[in-house]
T-cell receptor, first 114, second 113 residues
C-alpha cells in the first residue's frame, strides 16, 4: 500500500538554526499539507500546497516558514530560524483530490529545538 | 470558525468491553467528519469518515461512528475493545472543498486486561 514517508524521524537543532523537514507524498497525489503537534496539544494545520503554490496557510505559518516541492517527489518544510516553541511533531500529508477526507499522513518528524 | 471538542482526555476500558469516544463539533454547514488513530511512534491513520448519507458509518478495525446533527456530535464506538486498540484517537472536521482538517485535542485510550 502506498504511504507518505518523512525524514528524518527525529531532528535536534539549536535555536536560531535552519531546519528542513522532508516528505515524500504518495506518487499520484497533487495536494500536500503540513501539520504540527506540540507535545500534549492538538494537531494544527500549517499549510496546504497545490500546483506549486500555497493554497492556504494558518496564522502559525509566518515568514519563518516556507514550503517547496523541489522535484517531482519531495515536499519540504523549512524553518529559517528555529525557536524553542517550534519544538513539535511535524506531520506531512498528501491527497489525490484535495478533499479533506482523503488526506494520508506520514509518520511525522519530531523536531527538538534546544 | 470550525472547532472540535473531545471532552475526555483519557479513557480506560477493560479488554472485551465496549467503547465510546465522544466528539462534538462546531461548524456552520454540513461538516465532513473524521476519526483518526495514532499509535505511539506512528502517523495518523484514518479510521472512518462521514460526508453525507447514512449517519452511521463503518470504519476499519471494527469501529463505527454516528453523526447526530441535533447534538453536533460524531461519537466513535466499538462493541468489544482489544488490547491493540490502545492509542490516541482524534476527531477532526473538514470542509467539502477546503484545504485543511481541524482536529480535536485527542483522547488517549488505555486498555486493561
Amino acid at each position: 500500500e502506498p504511504e507518505v514517508t518523512q525524514t528524518p524521524s527525529h531532528q535536534v537543532t539549536q535555536m536560531g538554526q535552519e531546519v528542513i523537514l522532508r516528505c515524500v507524498p504518495i506518487s499520484n497525489h497533487l495536494y500536500f499539507y503540513w501539520y504540527r503537534q506540540i507535545l500534549g496539544q492538538k494537531v494544527e494545520f500549517l499549510v496546504s500546497f497545490y500546483n506549486n503554490e500555497i493554497s492556504e496557510k494558518s496564522e502559525i505559518f509566518d515568514d519563518q516558514f516556507s514550503v517547496e516541492r523541489p522535484d517531482g517527489s519531495n515536499f519540504t518544510l523549512k524553518i529559517r530560524s528555529t525557536k524553542l516553541e517550534d519544538s513539535a511533531m511535524y506531520f506531512c500529508a498528501s491527497s489525490e483530490l484535495g478533499l479533506a477526507g482523503s488526506q494520508f499522513f506520514g509518520p511525522g518528524t519530531r523536531l527538538t529545538v534546544l | 470558525a470550525q472547532s472540535v471538542t473531545q471532552p475526555d482526555i483519557h479513557i480506560t476500558v477493560s479488554e472485551g468491553a465496549s467503547l465510546e469516544l465522544r466528539c462534538n463539533y462546531s461548524y456552520g454547514a454540513t461538516p465532513y467528519l473524521f476519526w483518526y488513530v495514532q499509535s505511539p511512534g506512528q502517523g495518523l491513520q484514518l479510521l472512518l469518515k462521514y460526508f453525507s448519507g447514512d449517519t452511521l458509518v463503518q470504519g476499519i478495525k471494527g469501529f463505527e461512528a454516528e453523526f447526530k446533527r441535533s447534538q453536533s456530535s460524531f461519537n466513535l464506538r466499538k462493541p468489544s475493545v482489544h488490547w491493540s486498540d490502545a492509542a490516541e484517537y482524534f476527531c477532526a472536521v473538514g470542509e467539502e472543498y477546503g484545504n485543511k482538517l481541524v482536529f480535536g485535542a485527542g483522547t488517549i485510550l488505555r486498555v486493561k486486561s
